[in-house]
């Protein structure tokens, strides 16, 4: 007999129901576990019928949920018609086959919705790549097992969740073919990552580049748009962006950077999708400055904040700066008016972080704060510095008048100017970063660096407040 528990259900007409097991080492919203499951859901056009939950000390190796949970899931399937049941755990391809021999109908594991998502999203080559990529290597071993029968899938069609997008070309064939195609693909990738890999190095030589960092759904992108001519598409659900977009930042005075918006993080993100979508993160590696966006009035901001840090850590994000802003006060305020966070919530995150900034980018607030404060970074701690430049570097001559305090300038017999003026390190660093046409108090590059600024420059991390950590020592 065919089984289509997985073939020819459209999207929008799915019933789920949302099942989680808690076990002592789950990290989830106290108040509502399946929050993030059920927005999940939502973003990936599924209607919520109904929710399961079941705390154990270890799964059960079968099915996951204890043999009585199975039997009250099958009733609510049965009795809500649900379509498809998604586990907010990672289960094995064999707790997947028993579990829809029991329950009869479709079943997803928390890793296959954000894939889901990820191909209903990927709108770029290399987006579109990198879902192929992590699809073949989640979701084909584990078809296998669960199914005798390959159904043919075409990329993209609209055709139930769990099914769609292009990492699934053609489920009807073995793993040889699979694993074949998934080498070819990341040879695509590979020639891809390089052209980004030199357009980010390219930038950050040239310009003075700042990524911003956050959960998903943290408000990114409304930032990017209030910040920069806008273009990032804006969208109260999860993953809304899935590819970097790039963005000019006048921060006033001739003074411009380069700010990204990137992908949003997740806690236990797929690790297929982390390696997949790392050149997409080489912005945030390598941006001069991080803007650390947290949505300040959801409930679950002291864990959302550990995972962005954790990510950030995991990809080699370490080197530079972060500022954090602390997003969507228009939203906390009404929150903790309607009792639903406690009052105190801001002010526990300024005082354990008082160079945060406290922003509404949707309603603008903040942000002209905010522009100062990346100046300042832009610029660095200021010094009194001589340069010397050559007369044919006209451009470097020109970017120094517009974009530093000039003193005074002299305009000797030797074929350059002397122009005195104050200029913050990383300005200097921007313009050393052309080549060393000129010099810094008699000095070049890097000397010139560790004589004006001996002392290397430090930062404070952000910190969660102490009471609303999650794991208090």
């Known amino acids: 007999m065919k089984d289509d528990r997985r073939e020819g259900i459209d999207i929008h007409e799915e019933a789920a129901i949302l099942v989680g097991v808690i076990l002592p080492s789950t990290v989830a919203d106290e108040g509502d576990p399946l929050r993030e499951l059920a927005a999940l859901a939502e973003a990936a056009g599924v209607q919520v019928a109904g929710r399961l939950l079941q705390q ?57 919705l954000i894939l889901d998502i990820f191909a209903s999203r990927a709108a770029t080559k290399e987006a579109r790549l990198q879902v192929e990529i992590a699809q073949l290597e989640y979701t084909a071993p584990r078809l296998r097992a669960m199914w005798g029968h390959l159904g043919q899938v075409t990329g993209g069609a609209p055709i139930g969740v769990g099914t769609r997008g292009p990492g699934e070309q053609q489920l009807e064939i073995d793993r040889r073919l699979v694993q074949r195609r998934a080498v070819q693909l990341k040879r695509n990738l590979a020639e891809v990552q390089a052209r980004r890999t030199r357009e980010v190095s390219t930038r950050r030589d040239e310009h003075f580049t700042v990524g911003l960092v956050g959960y998903t759904n943290a408000g990114k992108s409304t930032m990017f748009n209030g910040l920069t001519e806008g273009g990032a598409f804006e969208a109260d659900m999860l993953f809304a962006t899935l590819s970097t977009r790039v963005g000019s930042w006048n921060l006033g005075g001739g003074n411009n950077v ?29 941006a001069h400055l991080l803007l650390m966006i947290l949505d300040v009035a959801d409930p679950a901001a002291a864990r959302q904040f550990e995972t962005v840090n954790r990510v950030l850590d995991e990809i080699g994000a370490v080197n530079q700066p972060r500022i954090l802003i602390l997003n969507k006060v228009d939203v906390l305020r009404t929150t903790v008016h309607e009792g639903r966070v406690p009052g105190d919530t801001l002010d526990a995150w300024i005082e354990s972080n008082p160079d945060a900034i ?116």
């Not at 039997?71 to 998604?86: D, N, Q, R, T």
């Not at 990137?262 to 080489?282: M, N, W």
């Open 56 to 112: 154990r000390v270890r799964p059960r190796g079968r099915t996951y949920l204890g043999k009585g949970k199975v039997e009250e899931l099958a009733a609510m399937v049965g009795m809500l018609k649900a379509k498809v049941v998604i586990f907010d755990n990672d289960l094995s391809p064999m707790q997947i086959k028993s579990l829809e021999e029991d329950l009869a109908c479709k079943v997803l594991d928390r890793s296959e």
């Open 258 to 286: 380069l700010i990204s918006d990137t992908v949003g993080f997740i806690r236990d993100l797929p690790h297929h999708l982390v390696a997949s979508f790392k050149s997409t993160l080489e912005e945030t590696v390598y």
């Open 358 to 473: 406290v922003t509404s980018a949707r309603d603008g607030e903040g942000l002209e704060l905010l522009t100062n404060r990346v100046l300042e970074q832009m610029r660095g701690e200021m010094r009194e510095v001589v340069l010397e430049i050559p007369l044919s570097e006209g451009k470097l001559v020109d970017l120094v008048e517009k974009r530093t305090d000039v003193i005074d300038r002299d305009y000797g017999t030797s074929g350059s100017v002397v122009i005195r003026t104050r200029i913050g390190r990383r300005q200097l660093e921007v313009l050393m970063a052309g080549g060393p046409h000129f010099t810094a108090d008699g000095l070049q590059g890097p000397e010139a660096l560790a004589h004006l600024w001996p002392d290397a420059e430090t930062f404070r991390m952000p910190r969660v407040p102490p009471h609303l950590l999650l794991h208090p020592e």
